[in-house]
């Protein structure tokens, strides 16, 4: 084979027909019956009315009910039937708008048997908790990400087990999961294209603090009280008195996010092991801090390094103080993931996947179209195709998460301590 380009193209569908067929494969799976519910492992009909309880209604719980609402009048049987917040107000609201109850505490809302699903959409620190719960309460879960806060690796190991140990649906709110790019370049790095993998490398860029201007303020005289469960928004994390600041500007403070590593690497850095099929990393370091935002606490750049047993080092980059991601689409955010291995690079380049073999490699260049791009309904449309089949398998399952959070925890351990995170596999545990 000569080293002459050469474009190889796959039938692909444009997003109009993507959106369509995804919503038909959601009505078809009611064609046949499935062995239980989404609740409680009773028998049901397929396409019988999925009753969602939403978890956070602020405005990510907010956008995800209106992702169902979408879904709905696409044809899918599924409702928001219940709504829970710590606070009354947002609750109150989107739960008018559903005509759906009203719950100020999650596990009233897991107790209520109209609810099948949960979707989880509160501060990082809560959500691992309130899947735990879910799962065992029989319902399935999607779930926003981070899995876990960047303190919490006990939690995210216990929930991937009680996930594995259960017979529940489990997605990671990593929508970029649904983009068949991801999935086609699996498939080659599988199939041998590129050789054996040695390295990847990924990111995210953008502009913007999430402080005063990202998260406003509802009631700046708001007080813990009836309205306002102040004790359920700390829930492990410090005790500390109520700060208005604190409760709706959270992203700002390290006691409840991480910045970029753990709210934005895991879009970025979740397509990577999936496509090189990665499990627990060996080590990782990281460097980065304020650079731009000094009224937050958590860093605005975030760079680190993550080598796994495999022989294979993932580069993960970013910062909130620039948007280019190095592609020439300003304002992307999202670096597209380089995959480099003994014979040859994968990327993608606008709605082409592409090869790029190495010299010696004596392979022709390739392109590859892609069959659909990332899009939220067809995430959460996923989700919902797999409560109704039973298949656990989603787009981002929880062992997935599990995996690609450990490598970010180990990131954020080795920015605080200035040393290097290891992983004892062992032990399954984080060592610095």
Request: charged share 25%.
């Amino acid at each position: 084979m000569t080293n002459e380009r050469k474009a190889v193209k796959t039938n692909g569908l444009n997003r109009r027909q993507f959106i369509s067929r995804t919503a038909a494969a959601t009505l078809a799976a009611g064609a046949a019956a499935v062995p239980a519910s989404c609740a409680g492992g009773q028998v049901q009909r397929a396409n019988e009315r999925i009753g969602i309880g939403l978890i956070g209604a602020g405005g990510r719980g907010s956008y995800l009910a209106g992702v169902v609402e979408r879904l709905k009048k696409r044809g899918d049987n599924i409702d928001i039937v219940a709504v829970c917040d710590a606070y009354r107000p947002r609750m109150e609201k989107v739960a008018e708008h559903f005509g759906a109850k009203r719950y100020m505490d999650h596990r009233e809302l897991l107790a209520d048997p109209n609810v099948d699903a949960v979707t989880i959409a509160t501060p990082d620190h809560i959500h691992g908790y309130q899947a735990i719960d879910a799962i065992r309460a029989r319902k399935d879960v999607y779930c926003e990400k981070p899995v876990t806060h960047w303190r919490q690796f006990d939690l995210a190991k216990r929930l991937a087990t009680v996930v594995k140990e259960s017979d529940r649906v489990f997605q990671l709110g990593t929508q970029g999961m649904s983009d068949s790019a991801w999935h086609q370049m699996r498939k080659l790095v599988q199939d041998g294209l590129i050789g054996q993998p040695i390295h990847a490398e990924c990111g995210y860029f953008r502009v913007g603090d999430w402080g005063e201007r990202g998260m406003p303020i509802d009631d700046p005289d708001v007080k813990p009280g009836p309205d306002l469960n102040w004790e359920a928004f700390l829930g492990d994390s410090p005790k500390r008195p109520f700060d208005v600041s604190r409760f709706f500007r959270w992203r700002m403070y390290e006691d409840y996010s991480g910045g970029p590593v753990t709210d934005l690497f895991p879009h970025s850095l979740t397509p990577v092991t999936s496509i090189l099929g990665l499990k627990m990393p060996s080590l990782a370091v990281a460097t980065g801090g304020k650079f731009r935002y000094e009224e937050r606490e958590v860093p605005d750049t975030f760079n680190m390094l993550i080598d796994y047993p495999e022989k294979i080092t993932v580069a993960v980059l970013g910062t909130q103080g620039n948007d280019y991601d190095g592609t020439g689409a300003r304002g992307a955010g999202g670096r597209i993931p380089v995959i480099r291995g003994w014979q040859g690079s994968l990327t993608v380049k606008g709605e082409e996947i592409v090869f790029t073999p190495i010299r010696e490699a004596k392979k022709a260049p390739q392109t590859f179209s892609i069959e659909h791009r990332e899009d939220m309904e067809g995430h959460y449309g996923n989700f919902i195709e797999c409560c109704r089949s039973r298949t656990k398998e989603t787009n981002s399952p929880a062992d997935l998460a599990y995996c690609t959070q450990t490598a970010l925890l180990m990131g954020m351990a080795s920015l605080r301590s200035g040393k290097t995170a290891r992983f004892d596999a062992s032990k399954e545990e984080i060592v610095v």
